[in-house]
């Protein structure tokens, strides 16, 4: 390929001044200088510190299994899980199979982490409103951290909703909520390529959908020294920037494959005294066994058995059939989580180098768009997706089957050579389709590449309200107009004149929803679907993925397509919906019903008050199936605590040209200039600059960073 333009070796860059410290934007995102990965990394976690503290202690006390510990009985079940599902030991394993240099670094971080800590949380006002106080971050923290965060971003718990309508409604049913999970994460990522005409670069831009969390899943960052200048979107607790970054000459982009990488199996247990025997294929052998005591502040100790058999460790128990759950993933059985793609990632200049980077990436598995100045784009697929028999992708699987051991091989992951406009919004592409089974449906996907393809400017495309609602309005449009009384004869007509965009400040928009809404609780009272309802086998912690109506709210499309081959008829119950929408209460505008719901713990009222101010703030647009992807779960409930969580636009010609965007701010702190300042403009669709000039940032205090301490391999 032609250079677009002379591509030399980035020389080293810093600030005027070469001292080591925090420097911070008008928008309070801290720009980070030091001399060596090492010292920066420290600097890194010092930051981490100082901004999110509540936030990263909270989530080291995930991956420990100790919330409870800290924060009472309500949080009793997701320690339990994390305990059974070995995530702290995951992660100390992972910690001690990193390269020499990238554990290095690891530590450096965790220790920065240290350094900032009892200052971070002196000004969070969660520590003092829980009655509690930070701990201390050990080596392997980051990891642990990282795998809190994903250990449910995968399919398995999909596999448990799946057993179950197998269960209640029978194996043809299925397939009958296929779709982009509750709960899993969806993405919008694409590249415009360079134009040799003018010497413009290519572009790179998209928003991760996640959780709407607070404070934010992503810390803006940028990370510089003499080695490299990269800035982008952390995960606070996480040394690097894993999933969206700018380096200069080349800038990354993730979505999530949708891969099936995590199994779960069906185990046979008994017992002898404290030996537990799990069923193999030649007969019984001992299973690891432990028993852990999880503190409960305000209440009692609880014990939990923890096991691991063969496959993993059993997470779950089938309450129904008195069958163990095990769970087996890339992570626990290679012992590594990717880490080792971290810092040569940072060092990236090219789309190989970040090819090559991502080799060692293992989990979650991510569909990755790179470019670099020279106009080269690639589209990869990054992660470890284990080679073993379809039916693992289906439903938790007897373990005592040979047929469903895991080969010991890892499918070859795609990369090609992109050339035009090229969109990644977790569609079924002939690059991921035989990795996985759940999918997003196509519309963002087709709805960016139209965009795209019009000449759209980026930040037009991150707000597009578009809605696919062809299933239902073929619905609407089968109905008989003389069936219906007149008020619902108007609202049939109504919604087939609509336009189909889910604006803020449509009445349209906002009765489509409340008829869909109606529709999906209509079919959650249907004899055919009440069945679901029977009560479940898992836990309680899998609700979110397990819960009928949320289930036929989040796939409606999808059971409204696929009930008549199950000769049900699903046009009565949408006249009934319409009738029940005409003749009540005007549901007033999309906005209005649509409200921002940021996920968080509910320990101090100054954040509870905060967040109550936020939702008056805002009015928001979209909705799960729009490219602005503002979820929420008809039937459930309109508001919205699934969406964009972050916008990056990475101008790869000029990177001063980029432009980004957060939820919330860079702090965690209620009270802090920057702990909201960003709801606006995201709100609105707008984005703010990318600082790249050091001398518009203002400095912090010089602290001093010590030698990093010799730590043992």
Not at 17 to 22: E, P, W
Not at 263 to 287: C, I, K, N, Q, T
Request: hydrophobic share 45%; proline share 9%.
């Amino acid at each position: 390929m032609t250079l677009l333009r002379e591509s030399a070796p980035l020389a080293p860059v810093g600030p005027p001044v070469r001292a080591a410290g925090i420097h911070r934007d008008a928008w309070g995102v801290p720009h980070l200088w030091a001399e060596t990965a090492d010292d920066l990394a420290r600097l890194q976690g010092r930051a981490a510190a100082l901004d999110r503290a509540w936030q990263i202690e909270v989530e080291r006390w995930r991956s420990e299994g100790r919330l409870a510990e800290h924060l009472g009985p309500a949080e009793v079940g997701w320690d339990r899980f994390a305990r059974r599902a070995r995530l702290d030991d995951t992660a100390r394993s992972c910690y001690a199979r990193l390269d020499p240099a990238t554990r290095r670094w690891v530590a450096a971080y965790a220790q920065g982490v240290n350094d900032g800590l009892v200052e971070g949380a002196a000004a969070a006002p969660e520590f003092a409103a829980a009655g509690c106080a930070p701990g201390r971050w050990r080596p392997w923290s980051p990891l642990g951290v990282f795998l809190a965060q994903h250990v449910l971003f995968s399919t398995f718990p999909n596999k448990l909703w799946r057993a179950h309508v197998t269960a209640t409604l029978g194996p043809a049913a299925a397939a009958l909520f296929d779709a982009e999970p509750p709960g899993g994460s969806g993405s919008n990522a694409w590249v415009t390529p360079a134009d040799p005409a003018t010497g413009r670069a290519p572009v790179v831009a998209g928003d991760p959908h996640r959780i709407l969390e607070l404070p934010g899943i992503y810390h803006q960052v940028r990370l510089a020294c003499p080695e490299f200048d990269v800035l982008g979107f952390a995960f606070p607790g996480v040394p690097g920037l894993p999933h969206f970054g700018h380096a200069g000459d080349v800038a990354w982009a993730v979505t999530n494959a949708m891969a099936d990488y995590q199994d779960l199996y069906r185990e046979r247990l008994r017992r002898d005294g404290d030996v537990v025997l799990v069923r193999e294929a030649d007969g019984w052998a001992p299973a690891r066994r432990r028993v852990e005591t999880i503190g409960v502040r305000g209440g009692e100790p609880e014990p939990v058995e923890v096991i691991e058999t063969a496959r993993g460790p059993v997470v779950d128990h089938d309450r129904h059939t008195g069958e163990a759950l095990s769970l087996r993933t890339p992570s626990r059985v290679a012992q590594r989580l990717g880490f080792d793609a971290l810092l040569p990632l940072l060092r990236s200049r090219t789309v190989d180098d970040v090819a090559t980077a991502l080799q060692a990436w293992v989990e979650p598995v991510n569909s990755v768009l790179v470019a670099d100045r020279s106009g080269a784009v690639t589209q990869l697929v990054a992660g470890l997706v284990p080679v073993r028999d379809d039916r693992c992708r289906q439903e938790p699987v007897p373990a005592w089957e040979p047929r469903y051991r895991w080969s010991g091989e890892y499918a070859p992951l795609p990369r090609t050579a992109v050339t035009g406009p090229t969109a990644c919004a977790n569609d079924r592409r002939p690059d991921v389709a035989a990795l996985g089974r759940d999918f997003a449906p196509p519309h963002r996907a087709r709805r960016i590449r139209a965009l795209l393809a019009e000449g759209a400017e980026p930040a037009a495309v991150h707000v597009d309200t578009r809605l696919d609602a062809g299933v239902l309005r073929g619905v609407l449009g089968r109905l008989d107009p003389a069936a219906l009384t007149g008020p619902a004869r108007d609202l049939r007509d109504r919604l087939a004149a609509w336009d189909g965009r889910m604006a803020a400040d449509s009445a349209d928009a906002a009765a489509y929803a409340a008829w869909r809404a109606a529709l999906a609780r209509g079919l959650h009272e249907h004899p055919a679907l009440r069945p679901l309802r029977s009560p479940g086998a898992y836990d309680e912690l899998f609700g979110p993925w397990t819960n009928p109506l949320g289930r036929i709210g989040y796939a409606l499309d999808a059971v409204v397509a696929g009930l008549p081959r199950l000769g049900v008829d699903v046009d009565p119950v949408a006249a009934a919906a319409l009738e029940e929408v005409a003749h009540g209460d005007p549901p007033g505008t999309w906005g209005q019903r649509h409200r921002l719901h940021p996920v968080h713990l509910p320990v101090s009222p100054e954040v509870d008050a905060a967040v109550d101010a936020m939702r008056a703030r805002v009015a928001l647009g979209g909705d799960s199936d729009c490219v602005l992807a503002t979820s929420s779960v008809p039937g459930l409930s309109d508001a919205c605590w699934r969406g964009p969580v972050a916008r990056y636009v990475w101008d790869l010609t000029d990177r001063a040209a980029s432009r980004w965007v957060v939820p919330f701010g860079a702090s965690g702190r209620p009270g802090d200039p920057h702990f909201a300042d960003q709801l606006p403009q995201w709100a609105s669709g707008e984005l703010i600059p990318v600082v790249t000039d050091w001398r518009l940032l203002t400095p912090e205090p010089d602290e001093p960073l010590p030698e990093l301490e010799k730590r043992n391999a």
